[in-house]
Every structure is written in C-alpha cells, then in structure tokens.
C-alpha cells in the first residue's frame, strides 16, 4: 500500500527558503501517469494547491505562487521535495504531499502524507 | 483561474439524515470534479473522483453527481464518522487545480 511522509524544517525565518521532502513507500514515483503534488493549508482556511510533478520532471506551479516554488524529484530515493523561497508569515500553514491518479482517473488525489506544520516565524 | 464554489460553509444535520453538499464551477468542467472529506487534524481522503465515481473503499451512502458547472455531494444516512469538512476540486485545469472553500458538516 502506497504511503507517503513529509518531513522538513517545521520553523522557518522569513525571506529564507522554506524546504520539504516527501518520502514514497510501497510504490514507486517512477509509475507513469501519475502526479506528485503539493498542497497546502493555511491555519483554520481551507486547501491550496502549490503544484505538482511527474516522474519525467515535468512541473506545473500555482501561478500565485510560481516566482518561488521549485518542485523536484529524486527517483533513486523515491521522493520528491518542495522549495518555497522568500517565506513570509503568510506561507505558515500545514504541507500535504499527495499522488494524483492518471487522466483516466481525472486526476483525483488519492494517496496523501500526514502533512506537516510549517511556520514561518523570527 | 477557474474558481470553485461550495454554496454552504457549514450546515448542521442529525445522524441518519440525507445531506446533499453543492458545488459550482465557475466555468465548464466537464466531469473533473472530486470530493475530498476533511477531519480536523487530518489529511483529505478523496471519496469521489469524475463527479460521480466512488473511491474504492469508500462507504456507498457516499455520491455525487453533475456534469459542467453544477455538482453534489450526497451523503444518504448520515453516520457519526461523516461530521467533517468536505471539499469540491477541479481538475479540468490540470495547470491550476482549485479547490471549493469547503463545507463543514456539523450535528445538529
């Protein structure tokens, strides 16, 4: 059974860069068709999709967000990570990592990490 | 952007009721439309994808249903566990996905 885990630095300063990694287990990120995403969700707000990746390298970014989002994969240790740059106290919330189906699934989200609380904080 | 929108941010029903949850697109979308279920402290569980097909293991008092810009959510015989926030998500755009503002389900 797939499973995913964030992990990362849970405080982060502002202006600095904001890193997340999100470990795959019981399957590979290499599959094709599917999606490796981001989302997030702000303190008591409702959810956010940052962007997403395919194990080809291909990225797709919310465009609110695309100046300072960088999404990569690393497949020989079957994880993929975030980096978010100059974080401001508005970028403080809880990271998901999710795997989106094939088209033929449209594209639903359907395995998800745990998430992970991020604050941005001096 | 294509914006999502959930006609109720919360709505109160008593266990075994019928609950039908709204969402709007603010253009067509086909059929790319899912519904996630939110509890609090958790991650979203996907129930349906393609506006009307269930998730596997997802209990069948879960549906929905639409196609274009109008869709629902219904929950027939509402049980303790459904007491959370669900979420409609477009992926049409598949260059911006968006979610609704979600909708809490409360008892009543």
């Known amino acids: 059974q797939l499973q995913l885990q964030e992990s990362g630095s849970g405080l982060v300063k502002p202006s600095q860069t904001l890193s997340l990694t999100c470990g795959v287990s019981?399957?590979?990120?290499?599959?094709?068709?599917?999606?490796w995403n981001w989302i997030r969700q702000p303190p008591g707000k409702g959810l956010e999709w940052i962007g997403y990746i395919y194990q080809s390298g291909s990225t797709y970014y919310n465009p609110s967000l695309k100046s300072r989002v960088t999404i990569s994969v690393d497949r020989s240790k079957n994880q993929f990570s975030l980096k978010l740059s100059s974080v401001t106290a508005a970028d403080t919330a809880v990271y998901y990592c999710?795997?989106?189906?094939?088209?033929?699934?449209?594209?639903?989200?359907?395995?998800w990490g745990q998430g992970t609380t991020v604050t941005v904080s001096s | 952007d294509i914006q999502m929108t959930q006609s109720a941010s919360s709505m109160a029903a008593s266990v075994g009721d019928r609950v039908t949850i709204t969402c709007r697109a603010s253009?067509?979308?086909?059929?790319?439309l899912n519904w996630y279920q939110q509890k609090p402290g958790k991650a979203p569980k996907l129930l349906i994808y393609?506006?009307?097909t269930l998730q596997s293991g997802v209990p069948s008092r879960f549906s929905g249903t639409g196609f274009g810009t109008d869709f629902t959510l219904t929950i027939s015989g509402l049980q303790p566990e459904d007491f959370a926030t669900y979420y409609c998500?477009?992926?049409?755009?598949?260059?911006?996905?968006?979610f609704g503002q979600g909708t809490k389900l409360e008892i009543k």
């Open positions: 019981g399957g590979s990120i290499s599959s094709v068709g599917y999606s």
């Open positions: 999710a795997r989106g189906l094939p088209s033929y699934y449209y594209y639903g989200m359907d395995v």
């Open positions: 998500q477009q992926s049409y755009d598949t260059s911006l996905y968006t």
């Open positions: 393609a506006a009307s």
């Open positions: 253009q067509s979308i086909n059929s790319y």
